[in-house]
């Protein structure tokens, strides 16, 4: 065997190990989360409901403050994001009016197929914060690779999963009937005053939270 012939080899080989190297990592990380999930599932955590439009300006805002937000608190917080807002269905689903158009309905329709892909919080909460950041819908498959997801978005938008899951998002949002988007609610009840203090500084108002439930580890400084 020449020396070409063995430098393909090892390069080959070399290339095998990182490739498998890798895709352990990516498998470990991915159960690790799943672990933290279902941990915190177990565990006592604030619950949190956003309901939000993929098209309106004061949701979009209140992006910049769930990011770091969620980042920081997000082995106390358990969240459920919902894409509907003041949209409205007609014959099960078949139409469906929003508030800022028929672009809006896409993009709240978007937004529930790619949620709804993982139970991951944390590359959920990603993914919204991105996508609801960027000036329109080019950037789903760069939003998704930064969050770690991989969707087949496309069947879901044009097939009845995407229907079912707005009809869902409207159940929820019902139960609150929102006057304003975005409506945030804490253990699932809506409370004026902390949805007003939650728009102005939402850390704080979760820290808030978190010491009226005794969630918080004795000694920790995270809200200080």
């Not at 390069?11 to 890798?22: D, E, H, R």
């Not at 997000?74 to 269905?89: A, C, H, N, R, T």
């Not at 409207?170 to 699932?188: A, D």
Request: negative net charge; aromatic residues 8%; contains cysteine.
């Amino acid at each position: 065997m020449n020396r070409l012939s063995v430098n393909i080899i090892l390069s080959f080989m070399l290339s095998l190990l990182i490739w498998q190297t890798l895709a352990y990592y990516s498998i470990l990380e991915k159960l690790c989360q799943e672990i933290k999930e279902q941990l915190k599932l177990n565990m006592k955590a604030l619950h949190i409901t956003l309901l939000y439009e993929s098209l309106c300006p004061d949701s979009r805002n209140f992006m910049h403050q769930l990011g770091p937000v969620y980042e920081e608190f997000e082995d106390y917080i358990d969240i459920l994001l919902v894409p509907f807002g003041k949209s409205q269905s007609e014959r099960n689903g078949a139409i469906f009016h929003c508030q800022h158009g028929p672009a809006e309905c896409k993009g709240n329709r978007l937004q529930s197929c790619v949620i709804n892909s993982t139970g991951n919080q944390a590359a959920q909460v990603k993914f919204v914060v991105c996508q609801m950041l960027a000036p329109d819908y080019s950037r789903i498959d760069q939003c998704s690779n930064e969050a770690g997801l991989l969707t087949d978005v496309v069947h879901c938008l044009s097939s009845e999963t995407g229907t079912k899951l707005q009809l869902q998002a409207e159940l929820v949002t019902k139960q609150y009937s929102p006057s304003f988007i975005p409506t945030i609610v804490y253990n699932g009840v809506f409370d004026q005053q902390l949805q007003d203090h939650s728009l102005r500084d939402f850390r704080a108002t979760v820290c808030y939270m978190l010491r009226q439930q005794n969630l918080l580890p004795s000694g920790s400084t995270i809200c200080q």
